[in-house]
């Protein structure tokens, strides 16, 4: 095989459950990849600036397909966005507020300028809340924010199952709108063309490398087309069922034992 992109989700691929990654051991591998022109692709759900804090202190040429594929940024420079309509997003956010089943959820408004939640921050949901996102402020009146929002994140701490929460959300909005169950009890609501695969692929639009010779790594619903798009897309050994059902290739360690360390070291072994 010719590997000639690499893309991994961050939180429960990437990193392991304390949010850490071996950053010597993948700081060599990137110098390696940058050497041998593979593209290293860090492809989340989560905020942009929020991955660049966890890259921080990792030198050399890294992408970011951010946002679910909402945004996608080079050399900090915006490459492709796609923002939800305002009308759109307010709606999910009176539907929070006015059906039982999603009652007590958290929402993060993903937006260019700053991120936006219902919480407070005395709360003990504020701290989780800030760490997957930088410039957090809480706003009483959501559907008020003036900002361009790519993704509205819904969650349910310490629910540990939303699929009938996201069955509503699907049911409600349709074809409106993308709902994707993220990991954490989350559901990312985007639009309905933007897809991590998606995101890849206005990068190998640019760089010219097509899906066969495209690896990727994820662990839930939200990984699941970049999965089944690229010719070697890996579940994480840790995955949830969505990300597994998505692709016929499981990594041999988990996140927490550096599965796609591990996978990237037999990729510039194999292409020696």
């Known amino acids: 095989m010719t590997i000639k992109l690499i893309a ?12 850490e990654f071996d950053r010597q051991r993948f700081q060599e591998q990137l110098d390696e990849m940058n050497h041998r022109g593979i593209h290293f692709v860090v492809s989340s759900g989560n905020q942009y600036q929020h991955c660049l804090r966890v890259m921080d202190g990792i030198n050399g040429d890294l992408t970011y397909v951010v946002e679910d594929g909402g945004l996608v940024v080079e050399n900090d420079q915006v490459l492709d966005s796609s923002p939800i309509e305002p009308e759109l997003w307010q709606s999910v956010v009176a539907s929070m507020a006015s059906k039982l089943v999603l009652a007590n959820g958290v929402i993060v408004l ?29 706003s009483d009146r959501l559907t008020d924010v003036d900002d361009e929002i790519y993704k509205v994140d819904v969650n349910w701490p310490g629910v540990g199952d939303v ?26 609501i985007i639009k309905p063309h933007v897809t991590k695969a998606y995101g890849l692929e206005q990068l190998q639009r640019i760089w010219n490398v097509s899906m066969a010779e495209t690896m990727a790594f994820g662990d839930n619903q939200n990984d699941a087309a970049m999965l089944q798009d690229a010719k070697y897309g890996y579940a994480m050994k840790n995955a949830a069922p969505e990300a ?28 020696l």
Request: no cysteine; charged share 25%; glycine share 10%.
């Open 163 to 188: 699929r009938d929460k996201h069955a509503t959300l699907v049911g409600e909005f349709g074809d409106q709108l993308a709902e994707v169950m993220s990991g954490y009890s989350g559901i990312d």
């Open 244 to 271: 597994k059902a998505a692709t016929s290739f499981v990594t041999p360690l988990d996140n927490n034992h550096s599965g796609v360390l591990d996978m990237i070291d037999r990729v510039l072994i194999d292409q």
């Open 110 to 138: 993903s937006g260019q300028k700053g991120a936006y939640t219902n919480v407070t921050n005395s709360t003990e949901t504020w701290g989780r809340t800030r760490y997957f996102y930088e410039m957090l402020t809480h």
């Open 8 to 19: 991994s989700d961050i939180d429960g691929t990437f990193l392991d459950d304390q949010h």
